[in-house]
Each structure stands twice: as structure tokens, then as C-alpha cells.
């Protein structure tokens, strides 16, 4: 008896084809992504850099000099495929995974190894988590426009939205939470103690007292004060809180003073921020001209009010969502700091939407917003913006899609819920724009992944491997492989349903002159 074995370059290796249903979604989308573009746009940011040499000492007639002397090295390990770093941003953010979480997955699942450009599977990570972080910070906020742009433009290479509907929008905001504790006077009094005491024993400084028992005392007194609803007591255990901060920051403050102006300068930082949390806890509200302090290690964090009775006030920063009247596709997303008015980030986020959708030689000139971005149309000549307080001014077909502009809350509970946007773990303030960017990008791409190509047009076809169920709702498919292990082909049979969940639904790039724009 003869048994047919597939055939392979490597004898001791298996091709993923071989062991994938190439109709898979995923498969089929990996076909379908403009990967040569991508990489060219995103390559300049990781083209190498000539080295400028070791300092070496050079002794002549007029004494020690020091020179440059140029070194070429080949040193250090291959540089992991600029493909594979992109689609585990994409995958990332798809399926709602932490940076360790989605390269120990990529390591067991083929399909993300054929998504990622890999002929054969690998039983390894592709590389470390850090890696990942880095390569995420050389992107930074222009590199991740760009791939929200390629998955836009996938979007309507295959027809999934016609070009003339990316000119009518809807724009919102929202809240992206930063991953920080509940801040409350007293703890954000203890955590300056304790950075106090830490930055002045790496300088040297040796302080009188730490106040380390008491410090935590205190805390606990703080807490266990306010659930019992003693508030006199909490605030008197907090104020003892401040009057030992405020000591220890002048003390460290005339120490590093007397030791020199690089020690003072070092300090700053800490001691500037121990200053600012002294005097919002005593005075309950923000001082010097400087917004409150929320997180020690998130300066950028604002408290938002968005007017919810489960949630009054959040912490985080507030984002605009841009999406397409028909067709739920977003179109944009933009972090805003400081609590801006809904209105005055307007501008700014049909910018972006414009720039990104530039490729598809489209702009928006119609935006569906709510009461929030009333007033601001002489800033925004060119784009007639509709809301609920133009109901006497406008037609009766822009009245009928006004009723559509509630559309784009489901959006905005799906990159909350299915999306990575709900709690940013990113750092500082490019983080949270790179997050925003990165899970409107992973958003698009997976309604893309379930359309036929050339859906809608006349006279197509699909091919038989590439066949996949039309898109219904924008049916999300990333969700199929979460929290799954990784399957044969056979496991699944052609004709069985994927059962699909139903979709409800910077600094800005100025013109084509950056360097990713190729």
C-alpha cells in the first residue's frame, strides 16, 4: 500500500500550508494585506546607522587628546523579519493580548505563523516581549498611521465600503483609561515618601528620619477611615501625611542644594511632583498654574467627567473615534491631552481621518457628531457638520442620518470590550497615542479577513481556495482563535459554520513629506 505524502523543501520540517485550511479567514487575509507596501513605508525607521566610532587616547607633544576612530562591526544576532513584528502588532490588538502573551501564542498557532509570512512552523517565540516594545517605540505615532491607513485601504480594495461613503463620518470621544490605582490623596502622599526616601539614598543624601512605619500606618488609617465613613479622622491622617512629605522635601531639597547643582538638578523632577501633591491634598484642587497630579508615573493622566452614573469621573485621556456613516469602518482615532472640549478636537481629528484616507483619494465633508461639537463650524470650513441643535436647518436626508450617528457607541464598546483601548498599559503620552491608533488598526482588519475579494463587483468570482462567507455586520473573526489551541486542517470540515459574533455596528502626518510616507 502507497501513502501519499505532501510535499515539502525541508524533510524535516512542515509547511504551514500543509497544515492550515487555507480559507480561513486569517489565511485569506494574510493573502490580501499590502505587506511589501507596508514594510517599504515603515523600513526607514530601522535602516542602519553608521557607527561614530571609539574614543581612543592619543599622546603627542602637546599632551593626552582624545580621537575618533571608526569601527565596523557585525556583531549581535539577525534582526527578526520586519513582516513578523508588524502582523504581532495586529494580532495583538485583535485579539486582546498583553506583548508576552501574544508571542507565547504565536509559537503555538500556525495560522499566526502564515499570517506573519512563515513557510514552515517554528515551536518558538519569534522573539522577546521587549522586542516587541521597542520596535513599537522606533514606530511611534506617525509609523502606526500608517498601518491604520494600509487596513483602510484594504478595506476598500475590497470593496467593502465604496470611496464616496469614507466622505460622510461620525466622530466621538471617549475615555482610554491608563493602567494606574484608584489615586486618593493618601496614596499618592505615600508613594512621594516613599520616592523621596529612594532618589535621596541613590545620591547619597542621608535624611533624618524616613517615616516608614508611620507612612504606612497612616495609609491604612486613611483607608479604613473612609469606608467607615470617619471622614474627620481620614483627614486628619492625611494632613499628618503631607506634613511628612513636605518635611522630607525640604530636607532633601537643602541637602541636594548643599551638595551641588547636579544633585539639585537630578532631584527636580521628584521633588517637583512631591511639591504639587502637597498642596492639591491640602487644598483639594490644583496650584501654580499646573494641572493635578493623578499617578506618579503618569503625569499625562487627566480626570474626565463623561457624565455616567455608574462611572462619574474617569482617569485616563480622551480619544476621538472617527467612523463611516455606512459601512462602521473607523477611520480614524487620535488621543487628546489635557480634557479638550469635544469641539476644539474636531479640526484635528477630520486632519487625520483626511490624511489617512488620502490613498483612497477621499476626505471628509459631511461629520454626524452629538451636542458636544456644537459651535465650531467657522473652524471647520470645509466639512459641513451635522448635530441635534441643526434640526430646523437641515434636510430631511440628513435628518434621517442623524439617527445613524448613534452607530458609533457599539464601535467605541467593542474596542473597549474586544480591543485594548478599555485600559492602556502603554507609557506616557506617545503610548497612549500609539494604542489608540493600534486597536483602530486591529478593528479594521478583522472585518476585512471575512469578505470575498472583489465582493460586490460584476462579472467576479471568487477562487475556490480563497472562498470565505460574505461579511454580515462586520462579523469579528480574530475571536475564533481566542483562548483556542491551535487545530489540522481536518479538524474543521469545509461547510461548518465559524460561529460568527456579530459586529453592532498625533502629531498628525501633514501631507505626504514624512518619512514613512514613501
Not at 170 to 197: F, N
Not at 207 to 222: I, N, S, W
Request: glycine share 8%.
Amino acid at each position: 500500500m502507497l501513502f501519499a505524502c505532501p510535499v515539502t523543501d525541508d524533510f524535516f520540517r512542515s509547511r504551514i500550508d500543509h497544515m492550515i485550511d487555507l480559507r480561513h479567514p486569517l489565511a485569506v487575509l494574510a493573502s490580501r494585506m499590502p505587506w511589501q507596501e507596508i514594510e517599504a513605508r515603515v523600513a526607514q525607521v530601522f535602516s542602519r546607522k553608521g557607527r561614530a566610532g571609539v574614543a581612543m587616547p592619543d599622546l603627542d607633544l602637546f599632551g593626552e587628546q582624545v580621537q575618533r576612530v571608526a569601527v565596523a562591526s557585525n556583531a549581535g544576532r539577525p534582526r527578526v523579519p520586519l513582516r513578523v513584528m508588524i502582523a504581532l502588532l495586529y494580532l495583538k490588538h485583535a485579539v486582546n493580548e498583553s506583548d508576552e502573551g501574544v508571542v507565547a501564542r504565536w509559537a503555538d498557532t500556525p495560522r499566526w505563523q502564515f499570517f506573519s509570512g512563515c513557510a514552515y512552523y517554528e515551536d518558538r517565540q519569534p522573539c522577546d516581549a521587549t522586542t516587541l516594545v521597542k520596535f513599537r517605540q522606533l514606530l511611534g505615532e506617525e509609523g502606526v498611521e500608517e498601518l491604520l491607513a494600509q487596513t483602510i485601504n484594504v478595506a476598500v480594495d475590497l470593496k467593502l465600503i465604496k470611496p464616496q461613503e469614507l466622505t460622510r463620518v461620525i466622530v466621538d470621544s471617549t475615555v482610554q483609561h491608563k493602567a494606574i490605582a484608584h489615586p486618593t490623596d493618601s496614596r499618592l502622599l505615600e508613594t512621594a515618601r516613599t520616592k523621596l526616601v529612594e532618589e535621596a539614598k541613590e545620591v547619597g543624601i542621608d535624611l533624618k528620619q524616613t517615616f516608614a512605619k508611620e507612612g504606612k500606618d497612616l495609609t491604612r488609617k486613611a483607608g479604613r477611615y473612609a469606608h467607615a465613613r470617619q471622614f474627620k479622622r481620614m483627614r486628619r491622617a492625611i494632613k499628618r501625611q503631607s506634613t511628612i512629605v513636605g518635611r522630607l522635601q525640604r530636607e532633601v531639597d537643602r541637602k541636594a542644594s548643599a551638595i551641588g547643582a547636579a544633585v539639585r538638578q537630578a532631584l527636580g523632577e521628584t521633588l517637583n511632583k512631591a511639591r504639587r501633591i502637597v498642596a492639591q491634598s491640602g487644598q483639594r484642587k490644583a496650584t501654580g498654574g499646573q494641572p493635578k497630579l493623578y499617578a506618579w508615573h503618569a503625569s499625562e493622566v487627566d480626570c474626565i467627567s463623561k457624565g455616567k452614573a455608574r462611572q462619574p469621573y474617569e482617569f485616563g485621556v480622551k480619544v476621538g473615534i472617527a467612523s463611516t456613516l455606512s459601512g462602521n469602518l473607523i477611520v480614524g482615532a487620535r488621543a487628546f491631552h489635557g480634557n479638550p472640549y469635544d469641539g476644539h478636537t474636531l479640526h484635528e481629528q477630520l486632519e487625520q481621518a483626511a490624511i489617512l484616507m488620502q490613498d483612497s483619494r477621499a476626505k471628509p465633508a459631511t461629520a454626524f457628531v452629538d451636542l458636544g461639537y456644537r459651535g465650531v463650524d467657522a473652524q471647520n470650513p470645509d466639512v459641513h457638520i451635522v448635530h441635534r441643535g441643526k434640526s430646523k436647518r437641515i434636510s430631511e436626508q440628513e435628518r434621517k442620518q442623524l439617527r445613524r450617528r448613534q452607530a458609533i457607541e457599539p464601535i467605541i464598546g467593542h474596542t473597549k470590550s474586544d480591543g485594548l483601548l478599555e485600559r492602556n498599559h502603554l507609557a506616557g503620552a506617545t503610548g497612549d497615542a500609539i494604542n489608540a491608533i493600534l486597536v483602530a488598526a486591529g478593528f479594521v482588519a478583522t472585518p476585512s479577513a471575512r469578505a470575498r475579494p472583489n465582493h460586490g463587483g460584476p462579472g467576479t468570482q471568487a477562487s475556490p481556495d480563497l472562498q470565505a462567507p460574505p461579511i454580515r455586520g462586520h462579523q469579528l473573526i480574530f475571536h475564533q482563535q481566542q483562548h483556542t489551541p491551535a487545530r489540522a486542517a481536518s479538524a474543521i470540515a469545509p461547510g461548518q459554520p465559524q460561529h460568527p459574533r456579530e459586529h453592532h455596528r498625533s502629531p498628525i502626518r501633514h501631507g505626504r513629506d514624512l518619512p514613512f510616507s514613501g
